[in-house]
């Protein structure tokens, strides 16, 4: 069994590599059963995330979730991914779990942009500054030629460091501290927070910008008011996102969008040949994560060894 730690694990998914892999992925499809979800004790949550295809490979994450780690100066979330022959259940490969499902959640929002972005989009506003939040603008200039990144959080220091951090590795950013202007500007708006009020209003935005949702994965998350899906084309990654996306489930509870409105998933979009949409139109991508995206990325780190 090999084993691949943070730094392997990054060095195998290159955003082109790994887009590529999961636009396979979503076409040919895979077993995925729904997840599980321990106690374990009183102390901690383990999620179980298994996803196969048959004959070749069964992959299984494992989410350990410790609200208690910070005050021991620790991490919150640890999570590591077993990778094993499909046919002989021979274990394969141990990945760091965390790095391959950071890298898989920002791949599959650039996948999404890469059909439903305007292709002349240039100004992406990345909202959060976290893990997820800077890879952002490396994932979406491996599918767009964006040449201006605004970064906002709700810490401005935060903001800065990762400006910083994405200027210096050659990416042309700048932290903002005036997030309905910058939205207003942006012609993709992506967001990786756990917020659970709106931080985006739909006024704000303008024609034609793609809006994409990627931190909310319970009911109680909202990263968009209402507003923001009244006239765009709303897609999602899985079925699931429908019941467990508070960004979905508020404006369907108000009227403002119907489940039937949802024009499809990350695999339909990728089974159809890429078309002309209209510029002036607003696109929305909302994505709650799946085992799909896991398994297809840790195929990739193990055969690129």
Request: proline share 6%; net charge negative.
């Amino acid at each position: 069994m090999r084993q691949f730690d943070l730094e392997a694990t990054a060095r195998r998914l290159d955003f082109p590599s790994l887009i590529a892999a999961l636009e396979r992925q979503f076409v040919e499809g895979c077993e995925v059963p729904a997840r599980h979800v321990h106690a374990v004790g009183d102390a901690m949550t383990a999620l179980v995330m298994p996803a196969w295809r048959p004959g070749r490979y069964f992959g299984l994450k494992v989410v350990n979730v410790a609200p208690g780690n910070a005050a021991r100066g620790l991490p919150g979330l640890f999570a590591t991914y077993q990778l094993f022959d499909a046919t002989t259940g021979a274990p394969l490969a141990l990945i760091d779990g965390g790095e391959l499902t950071a890298r898989r959640t920002a791949a599959a929002s650039a996948l999404a942009a890469s059909r439903l972005a305007r292709a002349d989009a240039r100004r992406q506003l990345i909202v959060g500054a976290g893990r997820v939040g800077s890879l952002l603008a490396p994932a979406y200039r491996a599918v767009r030629a964006i040449d201006d990144v605004m970064v906002w959080s709700r810490d401005p220091s935060a903001a800065a460091r990762l400006a910083a951090a994405l200027a210096a590795d050659g990416h042309p950013a700048h932290a903002v501290a005036d997030l309905a202007s910058a939205a207003g500007e942006a012609d993709i708006v992506s967001c990786a927070t756990l917020a659970t009020e709106p931080l985006i209003r739909g006024e704000w935005l303008a024609p034609g910008t793609h809006l994409d949702l990627i931190g909310g994965f319970t009911p109680a998350m909202r990263e968009a008011d209402d507003a923001c899906f009244a006239g765009a084309g709303v897609w999602i990654d899985t079925a699931e996102a429908l019941a467990k996306a508070g960004d979905l489930l508020h404006p369907i509870g108000s009227g403002v969008l119907r489940r039937e409105d949802v024009r499809g998933t990350l695999a339909d979009l990728c089974a159809a040949p890429p078309s002309a949409r209209d510029p002036a139109a607003r696109t929305v991508f909302k994505s709650v994560g799946t085992a799909l995206e896991d398994l297809a990325a840790a195929v990739l780190v193990y055969e690129s060894s």
